[in-house]
C-alpha cells in the first residue's frame, strides 16, 4: 500500500533521505543525527529510529512487488543480527546470479524458521527448481516438508535439494554487504526494530544490485518511488502516463491531468524530477509535461 506521512512534522523528503542514508551507509543513528544537522535539519537520533521502524515495512513490500522476476535455481543460508545481546538468524535467499530472493529474520534456528522462511519465498517469487543449502539439518528438513506439500497438494514441481557447500559461496559474499551496514549499529533493543530495520537494509541493497526498472533515476529516486504501491508500465509512479526524451534529448514525463497536484509535488520535493530547474507547462490544458 502506498505510505502515508500524515502526522509527522518533517517533509516527506527529508525522512525519506535520512532513512536511505541510514540504510544504505554503515552509519549509527547518532553519527546520522549530525549528519542531518550539518544540512540544516534539527533532528534527533531517537526521532530518526522512529522513521525507520514505521515506514520500513511498507517500502519493503513494495520492492518485493516490483523488482525484476528471479531465477529458478537459489541459494538459501541465514546470517546472524544481535538483538537484546542475544543472535537472532537472518534467513536469506538468492539466485545463482546474486539476485535477492526474500529474507526473514527469526529468534530460532529450525526446521519450523526454514519452512516458514521457504514459504514466504516461495510465494513471492514462485517455485524453484532447484534450492542450494550448507550441511543444515533444520534447512533441510524444512525443504522436505515444503516438498512434502507440494507433492499432496499438486501446488507445484518439487524442488530439487543440493547440499553443496562451494555452491552457496556467491550467497556468504552477500551477507556481507548486510553485516558491514548492521555493524555500526552495535545490535538492536527489540526485535520489531530489527525486522523492520533489515527490512529497509534489504531494499537498499536490491537497489544497489539493479533489481528494479530504473528508467535513468538516481538510487534515491528509485527508493523514493517505493513509497507508492501502482507502479505500471515503465514509468516511475503511477501518476505517470509516458515518459521519453524529445528532440532535445530532455526528460518528459507525461501525467494524467487529474493527477497533476501529486505530480508537482513530486517534482517539487526532488523524487520525480532528473533535471534542474525544469518547466511545468499543461500540454493541451490537460497533462501536466515536465
Do not use: C
Amino acid at each position: 500500500m502506498a505510505i502515508d506521512f500524515k502526522g509527522v512534522h518533517f517533509p516527506k523528503a527529508v525522512i525519506l533521505h535520512a532513512v536511505f542514508f541510514y540504510v544504505r551507509y554503515a552509519v549509527s543513528y547518532r553519527d546520522l543525527e549530525e549528519i542531518m544537522a550539518e544540512r540544516g535539519v534539527s533532528v534527533d537520533h531517537a526521532t530518526l529510529d522512529r522513521w525507520v521502524v514505521k515506514f520500513s515495512p511498507l517500502i519493503a513490500a513494495n520492492a518485493q512487488a516490483r523488482k525484476r522476476p528471479t531465477a529458478g535455481s537459489w541459494r538459501m543460508d541465514e546470517t546472524y543480527i544481535k538483538v537484546k545481546g542475544k543472535l537472532t538468524y537472518l534467513y536469506r535467499a538468492v539466485d545463482h546470479e546474486g539476485k535477492t530472493l526474500d529474507f526473514i529474520l527469526s529468534e530460532r534456528r529450525d526446521t519450523a524458521a526454514a519452512r516458514r522462511f521457504l514459504k514466504r519465498a516461495i510465494g513471492t517469487n514462485g517455485t524453484p527448481d532447484r534450492v542450494v543449502i550448507d550441511k543444515s539439518g533444520a534447512n533441510l528438513a524444512g525443504l522436505q516438508s515444503v516438498n512434502v506439500i507440494l507433492k499432496f497438494t499438486g501446488a507445484g514441481r518439487i524442488i530439487k535439494i543440493l547440499q553443496v557447500r562451494y555452491l552457496n559461496n556467491i550467497l556468504e559474499q552477500d551477507h556481507r554487504f548486510i553485516n558491514r551496514i548492521t555493524g555500526p549499529m552495535l545490535g538492536f533493543k527489540a526485535f520489531h526494530s530489527a525486522a523492520a530495520t533489515i527490512a529497509r537494509i534489504e531494499t537498499a541493497y536490491l537497489i544497489r544490485k539493479g533489481q528494479f526498472d530504473a528508467n535513468g533515476l538516481t538510487a534515491f529516486q528509485q527508493f523514493a518511488a517505493l513509497q507508492y504501491n501502482h507502479v505500471q508500465g515503465p514509468a516511475t509512479f503511477g501518476f505517470v502516463k509516458s515518459l521519453r526524451h524529445n528532440p532535445r534529448n530532455l526528460l518528459r514525463i507525461e501525467v494524467r491531468s487529474q493527477d497533476v497536484g501529486r505530480a508537482a509535488v513530486a517534482l517539487i520535493d526532488g523524487t520525480l524530477s532528473r533535471t534542474t530547474g525544469a518547466q511545468i507547462p499543461v500540454d493541451g490544458g490537460n497533462d501536466l509535461v515536465i
